[in-house]
């Protein structure tokens, strides 16, 4: 069975860090492209980062670029989102997603596999 789990959300104040994690299971992602994406109350899902196979190439949205940092261990099957600099508006439940295909994509519907998200609030 394949899965995506995962961990590190919670709550923190502006300006504080967390760093989440999602363990894969099930596939050899490896060869797979990895994104994040959050989606806040009341707001449509949004891409947040996006990784390629080897962990050579990142690209991320405009609102979290300079604080965040997507990165990937392939020997864990493993990626990892560290943000820095939180903000309220970055409260959110966070998904990662495995998309089975070698370009980079934010597009959502891209992705093949998503695991069940991880709650970040961040305090004011």
């Known amino acids: 069975q394949v899965q995506l789990v995962e961990s590190g959300g919670g709550l923190v104040q502006a300006g504080g860090s967390l760093r989440l994690s999602c363990a894969a299971s099930?596939?050899?992602?490896?060869?797979?492209?990895m994104g994040w994406f959050r989606q806040a109350p009341g707001k449509e899902r949004e891409f947040v980062a996006v990784i390629s196979w080897n962990g050579g190439r990142t690209y991320y949205a405009d609102s979290v670029k300079g604080r965040f940092t997507i990165s990937r261990d392939n020997a864990k099957n493993t990626v990892y989102l560290q943000m820095n600099s939180l903000k309220p508006e970055d409260t959110a439940v966070y998904y990662c997603?495995?998309?089975?295909?070698?370009?980079?994509?934010?597009?959502?519907?891209?992705?093949?596999?998503w695991g069940q998200g991880t709650q970040v609030t961040v305090s004011s």
């Open positions: 997603a495995a998309a089975r295909r070698p370009t980079m994509t934010k597009n959502p519907t891209d992705y093949d596999y």
């Open positions: 099930g596939r050899t992602f490896n060869t797979d492209v």
